[in-house]
């Protein structure tokens, strides 16, 4: 992991007491870190890219914290997130999983928690970024399927001549559907292996990582012919390896 000094910390939060609380106590830790105290200030710092990790309240001013999510992905914005809400917005907590944020705690949480969450979330996406899980599963390379190519080293596939770029978690969830392809492998393997987690969330963050995977990997998401749900249980890749380019 690199030193903590580089690591930059974007806390978006508009209580005063608790942004400054937070900001003094991440310095000490090492971390650099900025703060923005409404929804759009901090949506305009974390598209600049800098942040390393974003602490992300959920009930803010002008944007609200779900909407900034919301935009941070669907502009393909991988910085991890982890949402700090309410005791009162367990139902928030669970949207924002599975609008792709990648823990959350609840106020009031402690120094030592916050910082441990921030650790782990740190190590599963540096982890993820440098060696991707083509290294832990054995694919890589250039994988050709039925109407489908698949470029490790790019994280992008080719479709009817159109590349389009797979975001990292997309990449890791087909990563390791085509290592375990005809066998099925299920959303607890799922959240174990690529989100890194030991106690698994309620949460139907998985399915919408499919489905958003299936859009870019499919023709016809209604009938998927590469990534298929078997009910109940889970997921399975379906298609025949045509070629391997290493």
Not at 18 to 33: C, D, F, I, P, S
Not at 95 to 114: C, H, I, N, W
């Amino acid at each position: 992991m690199s030193n903590l000094t580089d690591t930059v910390i974007l806390v978006i939060e508009d209580e005063p007491d608790l942004r400054a609380g937070l900001q003094h106590n991440l310095e000490l830790e090492g971390y650099k870190v900025e703060t923005a105290a409404d929804g759009r200030d901090g949506l305009r710092k974390a598209k600049d890219g800098s942040a390393s990790l974003i602490l992300l309240d959920l009930g803010l001013p002008h944007v609200p914290g779900l909407e900034v999510l919301r935009q941070l992905r669907e502009a393909g914005h991988e910085t991890p997130i982890i949402i700090i809400s309410a005791k009162g917005q367990d139902r928030d907590k669970v949207q924002g999983l599975e609008l792709g944020a990648d823990d959350y705690l609840t106020k009031p949480f402690g120094l030592s928690e916050l910082t441990a969450r921030i650790r782990a979330v740190l190590r599963r996406t540096q982890i993820g970024a440098k060696a991707g899980v083509g290294d832990k599963t054995g694919v890589g390379g250039v994988m050709h399927f039925p109407d489908l190519v698949v470029d490790w080293r790019r994280f992008s596939i080719l479709r009817d001549g159109a590349e389009t770029q797979l975001s990292r978690y997309e990449a890791d969830i087909l990563r390791m559907l085509v290592e375990h392809r005809g066998e099925v492998v299920s959303r607890q393997d799922l959240l174990r292996r690529v989100w890194g987690y030991v106690h698994l969330p309620t949460t139907r963050t998985v399915d919408n990582h499919i489905a958003r995977l299936r859009k870019k990997v499919e023709r016809d998401v209604e009938k998927p012919v590469h990534v298929v749900t078997v009910h109940g249980l889970g997921y399975r890749f379906e298609s025949q390896l045509l070629k391997e380019e290493a």
